[in-house]
């Protein structure tokens, strides 16, 4: 079973950056893509960003493009989100999340098997 454990929220001002983190633990061989998602208050869970277990693929939901970065460090266990140009409407619980499927397409929450705690992010305008 793998955890899944974010950090590197907090408080940010409007057009400003976090980087966050997602450290694995754990029987971690059966993971593939891992993701972002981000839950806004009174909202379902939205997907954000995946990346495929070598690093290579990435897929971003729109409104993020251009904006956030997702990466992995596998010597580490460990998936980034750097999220740049911060909005207001990025504030969200973000939650890390793995999945067994080898393709980043996996948007939906029912495509990963495990998640983090998640890790607040307020962006104040």
């Known amino acids: 079973q793998v955890q899944l454990v974010e950090s590197g929220g907090g408080l940010v001002q409007a057009g400003g950056s976090l980087r966050l983190s997602c450290a694995a633990s754990g029987d971690t061989s059966s993971t593939q893509t891992m993701g972002w998602f981000r839950q806004a208050p009174g909202k379902e869970h939205k997907f954000v960003a995946a990346?495929?277990?070598?690093?290579?693929?990435?897929t971003y939901e729109n409104s993020v493009k251009a904006r956030f970065t997702i990466s992995r460090d596998n010597a580490k266990n460990t998936v980034y989100l750097r999220m740049n140009s911060l909005k207001p409407d990025d504030t969200a619980v973000y939650y890390c999340?793995?999945?067994?499927?080898?393709?980043?397409?996996?948007?939906?929450?029912?495509?990963?098997?495990?998640w983090g705690q998640g890790t607040q992010v307020t962006v104040s305008s």
């Open positions: 999340a793995a999945s067994n499927y080898g393709d980043t397409s996996r948007t939906s929450r029912t495509d990963y098997y495990a």
């Open positions: 990346i495929s277990a070598t690093g290579r693929t990435t």
